[in-house]
């Protein structure tokens, strides 16, 4: 009976082991091939997968490399149109007036509008707006409108700025000295005080070489001093008017005080441009003295030479008339024989 049991459980277990294995064929065969409908092999469901995968990350790494690209293309554009509006917008530039005489500051963006100032050739604005063929400048204190093409602009302006800008130095010591070569132990050739402001010819490495007058600079360390740059302006209606009656009461200044025979016409050395720092036009002034005052001396010193020279004569000539006047006796040329003999100064007889 167990020997009956033993056999029948064997064909059990090697049935089933049997059919296993069929079943494990079966799904490797589908895993490997499936037949559809047409007749077709198609992949299996992992290879399938895998390659959708593989796929879908080619079209994503495409994408990501189109979207750079489109990114990078538009940023590039940005920029070029960014450079661009930069290059023709003049807002905030420096601008330099180009023309024969003047150029009239308009209070609107138009020839019919009434003017406000002048702008003078090689002077500069800052260009605060643009309507058109016209800009919106600040020169000075002249504010206004001015037509475009009248104006240098980009390299050319920056030219033009090299050519006409003027330094100044202002001291900010109570007292520098100003020594003859750019060195600490230079000899002091003049000492500066504070605010005193000098026209600076060059600044190089610690130094500002200044001009003192007459031919004569100086060197003074640039950490006691400013060194700021002005460029020529222009002037407002009333500014021009103030000017001009400067100029023509020093003119008439002139010719009250030098005397008639001495006189020469004088022709103002003011710019036709109210943009002089105010040493300019101090030092301007004081030679215009000092050269008033050495010609009105000078003048003054030869009218009296010549006027003593005069007197002097006179009173010699009346002198000697006077003594021989006295020394010269009265004779009666009918009642005696004497005649006075002046080149003896004696009596004698005919």
């Excluded at 079209?59 to 189109?66: M, Y």
Aim: charged share 25%.
């Amino acid at each position: 009976m167990k020997k009956k049991m033993i056999g029948l459980m064997a064909c059990f277990l090697a049935a089933g082991i049997l059919t296993a294995g069929q079943a494990v064929c079966s799904v490797s065969a589908e895993e490997k091939n499936v037949a559809t409908a047409d007749g077709e092999t198609e992949a299996p469901a992992e290879m399938k997968q895998e390659a959708e995968t593989e796929k879908g990350t080619e079209v994503v790494e495409e994408t990501e490399q189109e979207t750079k690209a489109a990114k990078k293309k538009k940023k590039k554009k940005k920029k070029a149109q960014t450079e661009s509006a930069t290059e023709q917008s003049l807002v905030g530039q420096l601008v330099f007036a180009q023309c024969e005489e003047h150029i009239n500051i308009r209070k609107g963006p138009g020839t019919d509008s009434e003017p406000v100032g002048k702008i003078y050739d090689d002077c500069a604005a800052t260009v605060l707006g643009e309507d058109g063929e016209w800009l919106e400048i600040q020169s000075g204190n002249a504010v206004g409108f001015v037509k475009s093409e009248y104006f240098a602009t980009g390299e050319e302006a920056q030219a033009i700025a090299e050519e006409v800008a003027y330094h100044v130095a202002t001291i900010y010591a109570e007292e520098l000295n100003i020594r003859a070569l750019p060195e600490d132990d230079a000899e002091v050739i003049a000492v500066a005080y504070k605010d005193e402001e000098f026209e600076a010819v060059s600044y190089e490495d610690d130094w500002i070489q200044v001009y003192l007058g007459d031919d004569v600079y100086g060197y003074v360390n640039a950490y006691y001093a400013g060194y700021d740059t002005y460029y020529p302006e222009a002037e407002t209606l009333e500014e021009e008017q103030a000017r001009l009656d400067a100029e023509n009461a020093e003119e008439e200044y002139v010719q009250e005080s030098l005397p008639e025979e001495t006189y020469t016409s004088y022709t103002s050395d003011t710019s036709s441009y109210s943009g002089q720092s105010s040493w300019t036009a101090e030092t301007q002034a004081q030679t215009q003295a000092q050269t008033q005052a050495q010609t009105q001396a000078q003048t003054q010193a030869q009218t009296q030479a010549q006027t003593q020279a005069q007197t002097q004569a006179q009173t010699q000539e009346q002198t000697q008339a006077q003594t021989q006047a006295q020394t010269s006796p009265s004779v009666d040329d009918e009642d005696s024989d004497m005649y006075y003999d002046a080149d003896s100064g004696e009596m004698k007889k005919f």
